[in-house]
């Protein structure tokens, strides 16, 4: 299910049971509670194996996170990882020293033991809930698909879409999943058994002020802002990228997404009042790296 980031669990994957145990209630070595959590980072895990096990380092699928000193850090490590699409990660908190490593192998990778893990009574292996990163459009499939249709369930499937370099979002239909690209509302269609999974990525933009840009690429109807920000981060032609977008969210009218290569803040750019709607450019820090989340929640 593709929900925004929820109450904090955690599940243990033995060998033969799939019974959730609270993170509280592991290895009482391991000093991750809930408490260590700040509150932003409310968020589903999945523990895989033993609570006794660590990744092993190859340089290629996992690699070893410098400077990490709590269990919310390793997890920001992974998550907004720009080194490996990183899904699973492992943390070791031995008498006070600490030690992250992210990896990009699936949880199911994981359950080879002596492939990719190796004993250590001080760590545990845990994957994030990708899910946490996907907005969804119910009853909604795609009328032309990228891949061929695998069997497995939506947790997996998210996963396998995110080490893609060639998904950007996902079609699940009662059990079957395939991938897609970038879509607009004329590229799907109803049924009541599917839903497309499509990035969160109005966490990266935010509002320049109450003018939008005049002159624009293309505009599309009836998508979130999550989609029209999506556009937007991936959209080139040659040389030419996005810049910005305009947005006007639903309200009497249906919504609309328009695609500019100008900044709002560039001298010469040509604007026009908003009247209810926004233009969005990328966050960045001091240092012009894109902000990875935010709260933009306008639909």
Known sequence: MCKDFASFKAQKIGEATNKRHKLTNANASQKIRLKDIPGDLK??????NRWDATLKIDDQFTLYVPD?????????NCHDSDQVSCITFSFCNTGGVTECRVSSLQSSDIINRDLHTENDIHCTIFSINILNDYSKALNRKFKTQLSTVM???QHFCAESCHASSECISFQYCDGSCSFGGLFTDADKQYDEECTICFPK???KYQKTGNKIVSDVISTETKLTLDQCASLCLRWSDGKAKCQSFNYCPKSRTES???LTQFSIKSPGTKTTEGDGCS????????NGNAIQESNINEK
């Open 43 to 48: 968020f589903e895990l999945i523990t895989q």
């Open 68 to 76: 990490v000193k709590t269990f919310a850090d390793c997890y920001r």
């Open 151 to 153: 069997q497995t369930d």
């Open 201 to 203: 990525a109005a966490g």
């Open 256 to 258: 609309s997404c328009s």
């Open 279 to 286: 233009n969005y450019e990328l966050k960045v820090e001091s």
